[in-house]
């Protein structure tokens, strides 16, 4: 199979990118600022409470080496599927100097080959319009099914669903410290999973039974 991966709150939690970047803005600009940004609502509110300019403070956000790691659940899931054989891939939007420098510090490398890591600056379009997952199914022609594994049913599933591709979510609350926590319930078909599960190791179980090999 060709499991392929959204990056933010999907293999690690966000806010530890967000509070990392508070720390890093915190050490040049000084302590006495990261117990205000930690208690804001939101980075908006946050840069906010620091009284300095927003375009500096937005691009150590940016720019900075984040201070991140893969949970071990992660860890083992990416580990498993790589060793079995599959075909690993990651599909996420953002800024391409935010998400290298995030995909470094996880790691990410180890388990997925850098031709199939798009992300949204480098693609030139957002997931939604599927030019990142048809440039993947394209480059892995023949490996088997394709599954895209996200935790945001307002955009994650809906280019993958219109694909073919077997999507799998994250039931509301599921996926432990999550930014987004949308119930997909609350969106119309083409949005939703088709698969949801509790946390990232329920993955594996859907892998096998997938692969018939629990029956
Ligand atoms: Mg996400």
Redesign the pocket.
Known sequence: MVIVF?????LYP?MEFVRSAYRTIARRYGRGLLPAMLAAADPREAFDSTGLPASDVIGLYRNHNPDIRLPWMSLYVLSCLARTGHTLGLVTDGRSVTQRHKIEALGLARFISPDLIMISEEVGEEKVSGRAFRSIMNRTEGRGAYVYV???PAK?FIAPNRLGWTTVGFRRGGNGENI?QADPADFPEENRPSVEIENLGELLRFVDFYEFKNW
């Open positions: 959204d990056l933010d709150d999907t966000e996200g935790d945001n994650d987004t």
